[in-house]
């Protein structure tokens, strides 16, 4: 029996299960984002407890700990190696600091790497060996799985999607990446400037004025309202988001592209102009050769990865 961890720049959850694609117990919070890494450390292990009471387990029970970390991780040492979202997690041991609290041996992997993973075997890429998965979320990431297995390049993670640079709209402007540029916190902070300088737009009415409320679920309902200053915000992203995907699509050619995290919720109103933005941007002769998808593990994809993590370092004993 596994545990696996999320943990994110706005969630953490904690999964028990085998690692097969099925989890026996879900438990999951709001991660303590300004806390920094202090706070978010002190609800991983209260989470991993009340998980494994509610699945009827107890700590003894536990084989191995698969943790999904939202930030770039060397693997081989198990330290994060920062967070571009929270503070505090620059060169922490994280598996050290797990296998110590809880007296299970862990294991470390990047979020977005253990969800494509996850995908690949368990949700829309099952079946297919070449598998492309970008989640966004608080963050961008990506990974590629081929034939079942991570694409580690030299072992310290690959598939950096949301660190491709893209040109800016404005000339003289500094190039930025696509993270910076249409991450579910940059189209937030976006959407709060828009809903400032457009105060009787349908997005800043939804929050009824309160600007700091809004989030990319409430930028969705505007776009969903045929809000103008919603959609003009949400078709920029969905040029960046498109462009990226093409060139991903022009230098793997996989068989399938798969999009979770939290703004992947948005269903046809995000996947209906991204499949017809990134055929536009795609490699003339790669059209029609790959499926873009939404991912079919939902908000506990990491976790599945994680799982599974967990299950593969387990067999290596």
Request: hydrophobic residues 40%; contains cysteine; glycine residues 12%.
């Amino acid at each position: 029996m596994y545990l696996g961890i999320e943990i994110g720049g706005t969630k953490l959850q904690v999964g028990l299960g085998t690692g097969q694609g099925s989890l026996i117990s879900l438990e999951r919070t709001q991660a303590d984002a300004d806390g920094g890494r202090e706070a978010i450390c002190e609800q991983i292990i209260p989470l991993c407890k009340s998980a494994l009471k509610l699945g009827g387990f107890k700590l003894g029970d536990i084989d191995a700990v698969g943790i999904g970390f939202g930030g770039p991780v060397e693997p081989t040492t198990g330290k994060v190696i920062t967070s571009h979202q929270v503070t505090g997690w620059e060169d922490f041991p994280l598996v050290s600091w797990v296998t110590r609290e809880l007296s299970i041996p862990a294991v470390l992997g990047n979020d977005s790497d253990l969800a494509g993973l996850a995908e690949a075997h368990f949700g829309a890429g099952a079946g297919r060996s070449r598998v492309v998965y970008m989640n966004i979320g608080s963050g961008i990431g990506g990974a590629m799985v081929i034939d079942g297995s991570l694409y580690m390049s030299q072992g310290a993670g690959a598939s950096e999607i949301g660190h491709l640079r893209m040109k800016p709209a404005q000339a003289n402007a500094p190039w930025q990446t696509l993270e910076d540029l249409a991450s579910g916190w940059s189209l937030a902070r976006t959407a709060q400037r828009a809903a400032q300088q457009h105060p009787d737009s349908i997005l800043a009415k939804l929050v009824d004025g309160q600007l700091d409320r809004i989030r990319t679920e409430t930028l969705t309902e505007a776009v969903d309202d045929h809000d103008p200053v919603a959609m003009e915000i949400w078709h920029r992203a969905i040029e960046h988001w498109g462009v990226a995907l093409a060139n991903v699509i022009t230098l793997l050619h996989p068989e399938v592209v798969i999009v979770g995290g939290g703004v992947s919720q948005a269903g046809e109103l995000l996947f209906h102009p991204l499949r017809r933005e990134v055929d536009k941007q795609v490699f003339a002769p790669f059209r029609d050769s790959y499926d873009l998808v939404p991912a079919g593990l939902g908000e506990e994809v990491v976790v599945h990865g994680a799982l599974k993590l967990a299950r593969e370092f387990h067999a290596q004993w």
